[in-house]
């Protein structure tokens, strides 16, 4: 559980040890509806630039998953001019409102606030990881044509 006025750098620390001791990591997959934003898409830009610089080069692939009011082509230009080494993808899709994270297409956790909302409110980072099921059908979903 992470306060409203956590430091923001703990809370990327926490998600960098969740992935590291996944033990895999060359793929990571962030369903955020906001997380191309405006508002706050410098902040988003650092702190996945951070946890992606974090991991040691091990992540080779990023794949974002947002709603269509969210996504911004100018925003995603800046994250691929920020992470050149990385294939970039982003799915749109509006019909999700929970946070997934999902680990080399493996491993889901839940991420209760978006990426913008960091250290605002009182948010939650699941421990451990859903099942081999729910990971599967989150996969699924994001990849139905609404």
């Known amino acids: 559980m992470f306060k409203a006025?956590?430091?923001?750098?703990?809370i990327k620390d926490f998600i960098v040890e969740?992935?590291?001791?996944?033990?895999?990591?060359?793929?990571l997959t962030i369903i955020d509806g906001y997380?191309?934003?405006?508002?706050?898409?410098?902040?988003?830009?650092e702190t996945v630039v951070d946890i992606v610089t974090l991991l040691n080069g091990?992540?080779?692939?990023?794949?974002i998953v947002t709603s269509n009011s969210s996504y911004n082509e100018r925003n995603l230009e800046r994250l691929e001019k920020k992470l050149p080494?990385?294939?970039?993808t982003v799915t749109k899709n509006n019909l999700f409102h929970d946070r997934f994270w999902i680990?080399?297409?493996?491993?889901?956790?839940v991420v209760?606030?978006?990426?913008?909302?960091?250290?605002?409110?009182?948010?939650?980072i699941q421990d451990d990881f859903l099942s081999e099921r729910d990971t599967?059908?989150?996969?699924?979903m994001y990849t139905v044509k609404e």
């Open 18 to 27: 969740k992935i590291k001791n996944a033990k895999i990591a060359k793929k």
């Open 136 to 140: 599967v059908a989150i996969m699924e």
């Open 112 to 124: 209760g606030a978006s990426i913008n909302g960091f250290g605002k409110k009182h948010f939650f």
């Open 58 to 63: 091990k992540i080779k692939e990023l794949h």
């Open 85 to 88: 080494n990385l294939s970039i």
């Open 35 to 45: 997380f191309f934003s405006n508002g706050a898409y410098s902040f988003v830009l």
């Open 5 to 10: 006025s956590e430091d923001p750098e703990r």
């Open 103 to 109: 680990i080399d297409d493996k491993l889901a956790f």
